[in-house]
């Protein structure tokens, strides 16, 4: 039977003919017999929404069928792309469902020419529900294929259609591969830019620095057309004004005749749009300011003493009213409004500020060492001499006991007021009183002349840098925080490595959270070519600020790179590893960075003022041994101003992006920023219970111990050791004798991972080095930024010995293989304990161990015997 198709402006439905044609009795009527459906499809275009209603999904087929073979007749990707939607339009409500089931099944069945696979997937976007993995396997071919047109088509249609809502799976697939043709140089232009703006559109966090770095590429070429091509798709993004070059580029294309040079010239209207409401806000914010000024008397002063009023109600009633001052609500206060306009924004009292500049500084004049309170023995401790100071050129290491400063007894005091009483002005004594462990004990409290070590002061800077060459030719550098003189070291420890043969670099940044702006700057301008930009920000106050780099590399452009990151690396770590990474420079291996992108700024308030001193040494800071000059409150020493420290910008990386972590009102992370790693490694993991063992055998010192005990015997081997041990405890001396004195349910690699770090921390105190804290032989991520530089293959890492012996496979962790003991920790450990008494001949075996033993094992094992 022939099927004729009656078009109604409501209504398609089938009706049976006897013969190959009919006349219609009302609308049009078209017969597969004289006609076929490809006349349905053709007419369909001029027809209006709703006028295809009734038909089946097999008909449908049919139909999409006949205008697939057209498509392909007219070989033109941007008509085919037209006509689907077209006819996907004409569709009612009801005939959705079948409508979008035919194009699924077509698309399944994946046999579709180029120009047909535009088609349908135009059609099916148009309906409901599209599977987006399906579309996406269906472009793959077209993104694949030699056609420069179809390419580009192919990009647009991923870049627009919302592909961004796909599953991960799927996004990452298709970013691969339109990056993978963003960049071919041997692609066409437009199709290279196509892609890169698809990628950018769906990437998911870790690959979108990829497309932008493309695109600036493009931007920042000598060849005027490939300039064009990158102002005009980083415009498609909306990045206007945050990348230098785009706006002027816009400006040249704008005076062109045709497509190009219109839309140029939107993009610049847009600007021209944005840089209005930019003055009006301005504008609005200034005239507030003027209006609180003229109203001071007024809403202002109200608002001031209500906050009086609530202070004096906390006081009077809360249940801890009488134990705070009027002041530290106050600054409670002010911390709460700063902290309500972000995390980062924050009131400093002049305490707090005094001591936020001494860790921003990195000098000051004192003994040269890292302390604290050892919570063993509750003594102010050295945990670490700084090596360059003059405490370690005393003869003072780590573990020593400061238990009186002069005639002054630390015991008992506060680790603020014996720091203070340490520090002083360069080229000054001071008298220490020295206890170690092993020493009488009543010493501590009536110490004699000969524990005393006299110190001279210096002007002491605090190294940020820890640098060692790893064999290989591998120069690793840590840079723990970017001080005022981190360029300057990260300078020195480049040099002398390059000296001793480096030919590859590692710049570890892990948990650096930031520090100077400009020194993350000069660090950037060591490996960069001169004139890129490292970063820019943005901010609502005007134009924002740009900064280049200014010298030629010391790093030759090569040797490769790798930085080092992890989820507290922030700010200033975050603008080094991402211009690295922008600029195609660095591989970024490790964890997403911490997204601290925005910019602060220190101020003091109106009428607050520093109290005045005697700058003796010219270095506009104050230095506890300078005189006074002024003393604001009257109490005899130098006081800071209180500061506001409030967030003004966010920094912009050269392609653009922002690093920063955006918060939504309920506190929860929209944006996640941060910088993501070229190559995901987690960090090791280690058992909880076998991390508390380890920790319990720490606090005992007996590792330490035994290291002190046998550094003077075993020089040599410890050095060795330090540096490599195959993470093999046999090559420790007398390490079973050890293993067995500990009754410790760890493991012997468990004891010997711990008694490597005790004997690398006699090494560095003996060499007067420390070790930088990433160790190849048990750091994970330290080991891929080796295998990165030096190659997986047969000709690569392997062929070191060191790191053959020791790297693990990149899925591996420390030994996860938890025991049921993990219940019986504390049992295991007393038997184990027991047993060593028994096996020295310090006990015997009776018959009620035997049974707390067996109760154990059968516990342990879950059966009897």
């Given at each position: ?325 009027r002041e530290e609500l106050l600054e409670a206060a002010m911390q709460g ?206 134009e924002g600020r740009r900064w280049d780099t200014r010298f030629d590399p ?60 005697a700058d003796e040494n010219s270095n506009q800071r104050h230095d506890d ?241």
């Amino acid at each position: 039977m022939l099927t004729t198709y009656i078009f109604f402006p409501l209504l398609l439905a089938p009706a049976p003919l006897t013969g190959a044609t009919q006349e219609p009795v009302q609308g049009t009527v078209l017969s597969t017999g004289a006609y076929g459906p490809a006349a349905l499809a053709l007419a369909a275009p001029a027809l209006d929404r709703g006028t295809l209603v009734g038909v089946s999904q097999d008909d449908f087929e049919a139909l999409l069928q006949t205008r697939m073979d057209e498509a392909e007749a007219t070989a033109n990707p941007l008509l085919s792309l037209r006509d689907g939607r077209s006819v996907a339009h004409l569709l009612g409500d009801e005939d959705g469902v079948a409508f979008d089931a035919a194009c699924d099944t077509l698309l399944r069945r994946g046999d579709a020419g180029p120009q047909g696979t535009l088609f349908l997937v135009a059609a099916r976007l148009a309906g409901d529900d599209a599977d987006l993995a399906l579309l996406g396997k269906a472009l793959t071919p077209l993104l694949e294929n030699i056609d420069e047109n179809l390419v580009g088509v192919a990009a647009d249609v991923l870049a627009g259609s919302g592909f961004d809502a796909a599953e991960t799976e799927t996004r990452r697939s298709l970013t691969d591969l339109l990056l993978a043709v963003a960049e071919d140089g041997a692609r066409g232009p437009e199709a290279r830019v196509g892609c890169a703006v698809a990628a950018h559109e769906i990437a998911l966090g870790e690959s979108v620095h990829r497309p932008r770095r493309i695109l600036n590429q493009f931007l920042t070429s000598s060849d005027p057309d490939l300039r064009a091509q990158g102002a005009l798709g980083l415009a498609r993004l909306g990045i206007l004004r945050e990348v230098d070059g785009v706006e002027s580029e816009l400006e040249a294309i704008s005076t062109e005749a045709g497509p190009r040079g219109r839309l140029a010239q939107a993009y610049l209207k847009q600007l021209a749009i944005l840089r209005h409401k930019d003055t009006e806000l301005r504008r609005a914010r200034e005239r507030q300011a003027e209006l609180q000024a003229e109203n001071a008397g007024g809403p202002v002063a109200d608002d001031l003493a209500r906050v009086g009023r609530l202070i004096d109600f906390v006081q009077g009633n809360h249940l801890d009213g009488g134990s705070v001052t009027r002041e530290e609500l106050l600054e409670a206060a002010m911390q709460g409004i700063l902290h309500s306009m972000d995390a980062h924004s924050s009131y400093f009292a002049p305490e707090a500020f005094e001591r936020f500049q001494q860790d921003m500084q990195a000098e000051y004049g004192g003994i040269g060492a890292y302390v604290g309170i050892d919570p063993d023995d509750g003594l102010f401790t050295i945990t670490r001499p700084i090596y360059s100071g003059p405490a370690y050129k005393a003869g003072l290491t780590t573990d020593d006991k400061i238990i009186r400063v002069g005639k002054w007894p630390t015991i008992g005091e506060d680790t603020e007021e014996v720091i203070k009483r340490l520090k002083g002005r360069p080229d000054t004594d001071v008298k220490l009183y020295i206890w170690s462990r092993g020493m009488d004990p009543t010493l501590i409290d009536r110490p004699t002349e000969d524990m005393a070590v006299t110190v001279t002061r210096a002007a002491i800077t605090i190294p940020p840098v820890n640098s060692t060459l790893l064999p290989g030719n591998v120069g690793l550098i840590e840079l723990t925080t970017f001080s005022r003189v981190a360029s300057r070291e990260v300078y020195e420890a480049l040099i002398d490595l390059k000296e001793k043969g480096a030919t590859s670099w590692i710049l570890d940044l892990r948990n650096n959270t930031g520090g100077y702006l400009a020194e993350a700057v000069n660090v950037s301008d060591l490996f960069l070519p001169k004139d890129l930009r490292v970063v820019s920000t943005e901010t609502t106050q005007g134009e924002g600020r740009r900064w280049d780099t200014r010298f030629d590399p010391v790093v030759p452009e090569s040797d490769p790179v790798v930085v080092l990151i992890n989820r507290f690396s922030a700010s200033a770590s975050e603008i080094v590893s991402g211009a690295l990474q922008d600029h195609g420079r660095a591989q970024l291996i490790g964890q997403r960075s911490f997204g601290k992108g925005s910019v602060q700024d220190l101020f003091m308030l109106p009428g607050d003022r520093d109290d005045g001193y005697a700058d003796e040494n010219s270095n506009q800071r104050h230095d506890d041994w300078e005189s006074l000059i002024a003393d604001v409150n009257g109490n005899g020493e130098f006081d800071y101003a209180p500061r506001v420290k409030l967030t003004i910008e966010r920094y912009l990386l050269p392609t653009g992006r922002s690093i920063h972590r955006e918060l939504d009102d309920e506190g929860n992370i929209s944006t996640p920023g941060g910088i993501a790693p070229d190559i995901d490694v987690k960090a090791d993991r280690i058992d909880g219970w076998r991390l508390s063992e380890m920790r319990t055998l720490q606090g005992t010192r007996k590792l330490r111990e035994w290291v002190q005990d046998h550094y003077a015997q075993h020089t040599s081997t410890f050095e060795a050791l330090a540096l490599n041990d195959g993470r093999d405890w046999k090559k420790w001396p007398g390490f079973d004798e050890l293993y067995t004195s500990l009754g410790t349910p760890l493991s012997r690699e468990d004891v010997r991972f711990l008694l490597r770090i005790e004997a690398r921390r006699a090494v560095q105190d003996a060499a007067g080095k420390a070790f930088p804290q990433g160790d190849f032989e048990e750091d994970l991520q330290l080991q891929r930024a080796i295998s990165t530089l030096l190659g997986d293959d047969a000709t690569g890492w392997q062929t070191i010995q060191e790191f053959a012996a020791t790297f693990r496979p990149i899925e591996d962790e420390v030994d996860l293989n938890t025991p049921p003991l993990v219940a019986h920790a504390d049992d295991l450990r007393t038997a184990l304990s027991r047993l060593a008494a028994i096996e020295s001949g310090d006990a015997e075996m009776t018959d009620e161990d035997v049974a707390h033993l067996r109760a154990l094992l059968q516990s342990l094992s879950g059966e009897k015997f």
